[in-house]
């Protein structure tokens, strides 16, 4: 994760809610930060965290983007490196890969097209799903592709999905997924019925992932999602035993358009095959977003 800055505001513009939002407020915004990142250690995860070093890299706090951790037994995890589609946002892999390194992941470059990593990578039932036709586009997911060892699914999406996080949700803990057809290529639909089977796609509209159904962060039967996601949603999760945990992300989501998914670069590795630089730890982060409030 990467927390915005004090003078975090909207540079690119490139998505369906900031292309006509008005300006954040970046204190705000630093809170519904750490909400979040406290709510996932809560949870039993740990929060690495990368500053910004530039207030010019007002991408970073979307960090679905900054690359894509692979598991290797018996060796350092793979760190894919994304190639970015918007301009403004490129710089931003020079400071993960640094912070990667230092933590002890081998650093891998898919080396042509456009990739933007795990905000197009998903993972349910020993399969990975990657996605193209948003920002990423074929040749950069193929490109990619040769760093995900096992079974590979490619979907194609379309807008306003950008990324493939706002197509489909993978929820493993209860063996289903939210998936919506309307922005996802016909065969690629198809190829995920055959898959993984009706039973378990629960379709979701445009209308409800505009409103970010499929933004959620799953941990285990907890959903942690942002305050927009609509009633009729939340009550069919609840139904199959999650519990979903709303959160306040006036700035970082409905102006800037990144859900609590978006934010999170989530990685599974084995104990002791990365350290963490203590500065990078969330208390050390935490204190810095606290003395600015």
């Given at each position: 994760?990467?927390?915005?800055?004090?003078?975090?505001?909207?540079?690119?513009?490139?998505?369906?809610r900031?292309?006509?939002?008005?300006?954040?407020?970046?204190?705000?915004?630093?809170?519904?930060?750490?909400?979040?990142?406290r709510?996932i250690?809560a949870r039993?995860?740990?929060v690495?965290?990368?500053?910004?070093?530039?207030?010019?890299?007002?991408g970073?706090?979307?960090?679905?983007?900054?690359g894509?951790?692979?598991?290797?037994?018996?060796?350092a995890?793979?760190?894919?490196?994304?190639?970015?589609?918007?301009?403004?946002?490129?710089?931003?892999?020079?400071?993960?890969?640094?912070?990667?390194?230092?933590?002890?992941?081998?650093?891998?470059?898919?080396?042509v097209?456009?990739?933007?990593?795990?905000?197009?990578v998903a993972?349910?039932?020993?399969?990975?799903?990657?996605?193209?036709?948003?920002?990423?586009?074929?040749?950069?997911?193929?490109?990619?592709?040769?760093?995900?060892?096992g079974?590979?699914?490619?979907?194609?999406?379309?807008?306003?999905?950008?990324?493939?996080?706002?197509?489909?949700?993978?929820?493993?803990?209860?063996d289903?997924?939210?998936?919506?057809?309307?922005?996802?290529?016909?065969?690629?639909?198809?190829?995920l019925?055959?898959?993984?089977?009706?039973?378990?796609?629960?379709?979701?509209?445009?209308d409800?992932?505009?409103?970010?159904?499929?933004?959620g962060?799953?941990?285990?039967?907890?959903?942690?999602?942002?305050?927009?996601?609509p009633?009729?949603?939340?009550?069919?999760?609840?139904?199959?035993?999650m519990?979903?945990?709303?959160l306040?992300?006036?700035?970082?989501?409905?102006?800037?358009?990144?859900?609590?998914?978006?934010?999170?670069?989530?990685?599974?590795?084995?104990?002791?095959?990365v350290?963490?630089?203590?500065?990078?730890?969330?208390?050390?982060?935490?204190?810095?977003?606290?003395?600015?409030?």
């Open positions: 994760m990467s927390p915005p800055g004090r003078g975090w505001a909207l540079r690119g513009r490139n998505n369906f900031s292309r006509e939002a008005p300006q954040v407020d970046a204190r705000k915004a630093r809170r519904e930060w750490l909400a979040l990142a709510a250690e039993g995860g740990t690495v965290a990368l500053t910004s070093p530039s207030e010019l890299l007002t970073m706090p979307y960090a679905a983007e900054c894509q951790v692979v598991a290797r037994e018996g060796h995890p793979w760190f894919v490196l994304p190639r970015m589609m918007s301009e403004h946002r490129r710089a931003e892999r020079e400071h993960w890969a640094a912070l990667a390194e230092r933590m002890g992941f081998e650093v891998v470059d898919p080396g097209g456009i990739w933007e990593a795990h905000g197009d993972h349910i039932d020993g399969a990975t799903l990657l996605f193209w036709g948003g920002r990423t586009k074929l040749e950069g997911l193929e490109a990619a592709a040769r760093w995900f060892p079974e590979v699914v490619r979907v194609q999406v379309r807008e306003p999905a950008f990324h493939g996080n706002m197509a489909l949700l993978p929820l493993p803990s209860v289903r997924m939210l998936v919506c057809p309307e922005v996802i290529a016909p065969e690629s639909f198809t190829r019925r055959e898959r993984f089977g009706d039973a378990r796609l629960l379709v979701v509209t445009e409800e992932i505009r409103r970010y159904a499929t933004n962060l799953p941990l285990g039967r907890e959903l942690l999602a942002p305050s927009v996601v009633e009729s949603v939340r009550s069919r999760l609840e139904a199959l035993g519990r979903v945990v709303s306040d992300m006036g700035e970082l989501c409905e102006k800037g358009g990144g859900s609590s998914r978006c934010l999170v670069s989530r990685a599974v590795v084995e104990d002791g095959a350290s963490i630089p203590d500065e990078a730890r969330l208390a050390a982060v935490a204190r810095d977003i606290e003395t600015d409030a």
